[in-house]
């Protein structure tokens, strides 16, 4: 026969499974962090910089504006360390008419909210280009200046391309001084990624081969990652693995995200990770390894999991759906992700919940909008 239950015993108890349901319920996500936004109409000669919520439709600050071409492509960045109130962005877009097939006509901007102003810091800058930032908050640009049109291929007719000379400079974003910490010749030096301390990912095209590299900002120190990579596009870097994440194309169809040491000697072949039938596939790793991919047949955005065979499909994810997603961003507390959403119908920025529930989408019919970053710092 079982003893009788005592009253105090039987409530001590009671209280306690309820403070253990509520220790297993899961806390409760705290409000999409604000991001900056460059937005403008796209045949405007002005862009705004924005403050905004992603739950609200309009503006919440107008942090500035600078002046381009109407026809210019607008990119930018956030400054690190700057008040989260008052980010001063970077910005780079097309400010001069440039001659038919010049390359090097936009300017690099200094929009400061705290200060109330706008600066143009230099010129000569890569036409849609962006500004990179070092882990250790070295700003650096592409600039260059036109080759001579080379002559016309008239036995093979195959295409001959320019050859420029080209340059990446860190500039002093209060002064707009510039020092250039890498220069060759080319089509393109591209500042693909961040690495740690001052190091950056170049990737270089050049006269019909395409070489990955790896650039100390600060010494100018050059060491080759891979002799040639043709193809490839949408780097980043996972720090954990000391890896970059690319995606490049194979033969046919076909098209492949793969890894290579960021460090160490130049790897003779990428570690494949995973191979689909579609040519926007833009992976981004994000801190824990996971790998964001554009799934094919523009279905949403689909997770590739740390350590996942190349044989694995991506998890999906697709937080608006049916659309391409690009993966931009992901908040400092790595709980919100930044996408770029686009169907047959719009384009529209999103703000996501990292395991999802909650996403806001920031569209206009009448404007370009530019994901910039999370105002509490991304990577």
Do not use: K
């Amino acid at each position: 026969m079982r003893p009788p239950h005592h009253p105090l015993l039987v409530l001590l108890g009671a209280l306690a499974g309820c403070a253990s349901t509520a220790s297993a319920q899961p806390r409760p996500l705290p409000p999409a962090p604000a991001v900056v936004l460059l937005r403008g109409a796209p045949d405007a000669p002005r862009t705004a910089v924005v403050l905004q919520r992603p739950d609200a439709q309009t503006p919440t600050a107008v942090l500035g504006s600078f002046a381009h071409l109407p026809s210019s492509a607008r990119h930018a960045a956030l400054l690190p360390g700057a008040a989260t109130a008052q980010p001063v962005v970077l910005a780079v877009a097309a400010d001069r008419e440039a001659p038919r097939g010049g390359s090097y006509h936009s300017a690099l901007f200094r929009i400061d909210p705290a200060a109330g102003a706008t600066t143009r810091l230099c010129g000569e800058l890569t036409d849609g280009s962006r500004p990179l930032i070092t882990a250790r908050g070295t700003v650096l640009v592409q600039r260059g200046d036109d080759g001579d049109d080379p002559a016309p291929d008239t036995v093979s007719r195959r295409l001959v391309e320019r050859t420029d000379a080209l340059r990446l400079d860190a500039v002093d974003p209060a002064t707009g001084a510039a020092r250039t910490v890498w220069s060759g010749r080319g089509q393109l030096a591209f500042l693909a990624a961040a690495l740690r301390d001052d190091e950056v990912l170049v990737y270089h095209l050049h006269d019909g081969a395409s070489s990955l590299l790896r650039l100390d900002a600060r010494s100018g120190d050059v060491a080759v990652v891979h002799p040639d990579l043709p193809l490839a596009r949408d780097f980043s870097y996972d720090a954990a693995r000391d890896e970059v994440v690319f995606a490049r194309a194979l033969s046919g169809a076909v098209y492949e995200v793969a890894a290579l040491r960021a460090h160490g000697p130049a790897a003779p072949a990428a570690t494949p990770r995973w191979r689909a039938t579609s040519d926007h596939l833009m992976p981004r790793v994000l801190r824990d390894g996971v790998i964001g991919v554009s799934l094919p047949g523009d279905r949403g955005l689909g997770w590739i999991a740390r350590g996942a065979s190349e044989q694995s499909s991506p998890t999906a994810f697709a937080p608006r759906g049916e659309g391409s997603d690009a993966l931009l961003a992901e908040s400092a507390d790595g709980r919100w992700i930044a996408l770029r959403h686009t169907t047959d119908r719009d384009e529209s920025v999103v703000i996501s919940a990292r395991r999802g529930g909650t996403a806001h989408a920031i569209a206009s019919p009448d404007e370009v909008i530019e994901f910039v970053g999370f105002a509490g710092g991304a990577r």
